[in-house]
């Protein structure tokens, strides 16, 4: 029998589970997507129970594509961050979680920014005031939904609520902790004049634990509906991001880019800077004694999508319309520069490195002779100069990296990976596993329970660099030149952006 370890990663639109053999290697996986509600343009929620429902249609998934009986060692967890769902003492939602995206507690972001002054929060939290937090949806549901605030016995992320249902234990790791803009990132312990001013206290928030703990077993019952034994351990996991860093093997001098929906530069530091830079966040890592410093696009793999089904396939086009194929090929025909065309990649407001949540989205230089291919070119050099925008944020603040490693669904784009090379002037590693969350469960689960004496060195052992793209030496001069215009196209629209908002 083929000993393995089951990873649960809960992430924005789905449940994914994976059984890995202690190589590594994926023996079998399965994945169930959950709904999202948009009751207003600004707003985004799920229900936990739908997560713990694709929990279980996942892994029975997985476990029907099993070649042979596998003895599970451990149970990982990852999940998407900052999404906030309160619970009775009994774990029974309250209402519908509140997800990371809804935009809703944007005044409240303000508020306190006005209240604790928004450069003492962003250095004691490490977060910049902004909705995307936990600490602006509990206010906003404070004020909206009184009567399940009041009732709260926790507020929980997904990954605590999918833990509460394998062990009956209610637990939050520092990783996804840091993402709710109420903990202090130095001190690892809740900011009281946070929990005073939303009026909640600690005990509504549960125990803090390592991500590499043993948080719980897993109970008859919830064996039953997984078809799994009773009493397997559970290791608490963390943040997705993270665990994504972890299984990139982000610490030392290598930095993560991880394009999916959006794209994310991360840089592991072993100690928090004395004063964080005001663009960028400052969260916990998975590893202990680590942070991750973190810039987070809004748009980038979903413009590309916006594009596939709003520009470039017709309704009458009767090609497949999910595939690029046809895309990258007109974009390759496309010369460096797209024809002197210039995107905006603003498609839901900014985040790294600008933080202005009135940008929007714009298609500069566009002429009768401009084609598909250059409007597709554009937009993925648009991406490329604006993550290029956050490594300039690094350097800085003199983290450097000397190589990059790709991740996430965008790292299967060939040409996208080639242009970003030419534009960052870096080479771009390739893992092994380019979505590697759950690798980073993984790792941290044989680590709790014993297999793996560091999780550090598992990832890299089990996730090795298989490819690298290098940057051609004419290409990145060119794009330096464009570079600084796209810099210069942002700065003259930057005050228009919120003439635009209040019409």
Same mark, same amino acid.
């Given at each position: 029998?083929?000993?393995?370890?089951?990873?649960?990663?809960?992430?924005?639109?789905?449940?994914?589970?994976?059984?890995?053999?202690?190589?590594?290697?994926?023996?079998?996986?399965?994945?169930?997507?959950?709904?999202?509600?948009?009751?207003?343009?600004?707003?985004?929620?799920?229900?936990?129970?739908?997560?713990?429902?694709?929990?279980?249609?996942?892994?029975?998934?997985?476990?029907?594509?099993?070649?042979?009986?596998?003895?599970?060692?451990?149970?990982?967890?990852?999940?998407?961050?900052?999404?906030?769902?309160?619970?009775?003492?009994?774990?029974?939602?309250?209402?519908?979680?509140?997800?990371?995206?809804?935009?809703?507690?944007?005044?409240?972001?303000?508020?306190?920014?006005?209240?604790?002054?928004?450069?003492?929060?962003?250095?004691?939290?490490?977060?910049?005031?902004?909705?995307?937090?936990?600490?602006?949806?509990?206010?906003?549901?404070?004020?909206?939904?009184?009567?399940?605030?009041?009732?709260?016995?926790?507020?929980?992320?997904?990954?605590?609520?999918?833990?509460?249902?394998?062990?009956?234990?209610?637990?939050?790791?520092?990783?996804?902790?840091?993402?709710?803009?109420?903990?202090?990132?130095?001190?690892?312990?809740?900011?009281?004049?946070?929990?005073?001013?939303?009026?909640?206290?600690?005990?509504?928030?549960?125990?803090?634990?390592?991500?590499?703990?043993?948080?719980?077993?897993?109970?008859?019952?919830?064996?039953?509906?997984?078809?799994?034994?009773?009493?397997?351990?559970?290791?608490?996991?963390?943040?997705?991001?993270?665990?994504?860093?972890?299984?990139?093997?982000?610490?030392?001098?290598?930095?993560?880019?991880?394009?999916?929906?959006?794209?994310?530069?991360?840089?592991?530091?072993?100690?928090?800077?004395?004063?964080?830079?005001?663009?960028?966040?400052?969260?916990?890592?998975?590893?202990?004694?680590?942070?991750?410093?973190?810039?987070?696009?809004?748009?980038?793999?979903?413009?590309?999508?916006?594009?596939?089904?709003?520009?470039?396939?017709?309704?009458?086009?009767?090609?497949?319309?999910?595939?690029?194929?046809?895309?990258?090929?007109?974009?390759?025909?496309?010369?460096?520069?797209?024809?002197?065309?210039?995107?905006?990649?603003?498609?839901?407001?900014?985040?790294?490195?600008?933080?202005?949540?009135?940008?929007?989205?714009?298609?500069?230089?566009?002429?009768?002779?401009?084609?598909?291919?250059?409007?597709?070119?554009?937009?993925?050099?648009?991406?490329?100069?604006?993550?290029?925008?956050?490594?300039?944020? /690094?350097?800085? +603040? =003199? @983290?450097?990296?000397?190589?990059?490693? &790709?991740?996430?669904?965008?790292?299967? !784009?060939? $040409?996208?990976?080639?242009?970003?090379?030419?534009?960052?002037?870096?080479?771009?590693?390739?893992?092994?596993?380019?979505?590697?969350?759950? /690798?980073?469960? +993984? =790792? @941290?689960?044989?680590?709790?329970?014993? &297999?793996?004496?560091?999780?550090?060195? !598992?990832? $890299?052992?089990?996730?090795?660099?298989?490819?690298?793209?290098?940057?051609?030496?004419?290409?990145?001069?060119?794009?330096?030149?464009?570079?600084?215009?796209?810099?210069? @196209?942002?700065?003259?629209?930057?005050?228009?952006?919120?003439?635009?908002?209040?019409?």
């Amino acid at each position: 029998m083929i000993s393995s370890i089951l990873t649960l990663d809960l992430g924005t639109t789905a449940c994914k589970a994976i059984f890995f053999d202690i190589s590594g290697n994926v023996l079998a996986d399965g994945n169930c997507e959950y709904p999202t509600a948009h009751p207003t343009p600004v707003a985004a929620e799920q229900k936990a129970d739908d997560w713990w429902e694709a929990v279980v249609k996942a892994v029975r998934q997985a476990e029907d594509k099993l070649d042979e009986p596998t003895e599970v060692e451990a149970i990982g967890l990852s999940s998407q961050r900052e999404t906030i769902v309160p619970v009775d003492r009994f774990g029974t939602p309250l209402c519908d979680a509140i997800m990371w995206m809804d935009r809703r507690s944007k005044d409240y972001a303000n508020q306190m920014a006005e209240h604790f002054g928004k450069e003492d929060l962003h250095n004691m939290t490490g977060m910049i005031p902004d909705s995307t937090f936990s600490a602006t949806k509990i206010a906003w549901l404070k004020e909206h939904q009184p009567d399940a605030f009041a009732k709260a016995a926790y507020f929980l992320q997904p990954r605590d609520y999918v833990c509460f249902k394998l062990t009956d234990n209610f637990i939050l790791d520092y990783s996804l902790a840091s993402r709710t803009m109420m903990l202090d990132v130095r001190k690892l312990q809740w900011c009281a004049e946070i929990l005073d001013y939303l009026g909640i206290m600690p005990k509504q928030l549960p125990p803090l634990v390592w991500s590499d703990e043993i948080v719980g077993y897993v109970t008859d019952e919830t064996a039953s509906a997984l078809g799994l034994k009773s009493g397997i351990p559970v290791v608490a996991g963390g943040g997705d991001r993270q665990c994504e860093a972890l299984g990139a093997g982000i610490f030392g001098t290598r930095a993560m880019e991880s394009t999916g929906t959006t794209s994310n530069i991360s840089f592991a530091a072993d100690s928090v800077p004395e004063v964080i830079d005001s663009r960028v966040v400052c969260s916990v890592h998975t590893l202990r004694d680590h942070w991750l410093i973190e810039q987070g696009l809004t748009t980038s793999g979903s413009i590309m999508q916006w594009f596939r089904d709003r520009v470039y396939y017709s309704d009458e086009d009767p090609r497949d319309k999910s595939s690029y194929k046809p895309i990258d090929a007109e974009i390759m025909q496309s010369p460096p520069g797209a024809n002197k065309l210039l995107t905006l990649p603003f498609f839901m407001g900014a985040k790294a490195t600008r933080w202005n949540p009135d940008a929007r989205g714009a298609v500069f230089g566009l002429t009768l002779s401009h084609t598909k291919g250059d409007i597709g070119r554009s937009i993925m050099e648009g991406v490329a100069f604006e993550l290029k925008a956050c490594l300039d944020v /690094l350097s800085d +603040m =003199a @983290l450097s990296p000397d190589e990059l490693v &790709i991740m996430g669904g965008g790292s299967k !784009a060939e $040409l996208w990976n080639r242009i970003k090379a030419d534009v960052y002037g870096l080479p771009i590693k390739v893992p092994r596993i380019r979505e590697a969350a759950s /690798l980073g469960a +993984m =790792a @941290l689960a044989g680590k709790g329970v014993g &297999i793996f004496e560091d999780a550090a060195q !598992a990832a $890299l052992r089990l996730n090795p660099i298989v490819g690298e793209y290098s940057p051609n030496q004419e290409n990145n001069e060119f794009y330096r030149r464009y570079y600084e215009l796209y810099n210069d @196209l942002y700065r003259s629209l930057e005050q228009l952006y919120k003439r635009l908002e209040d019409l």
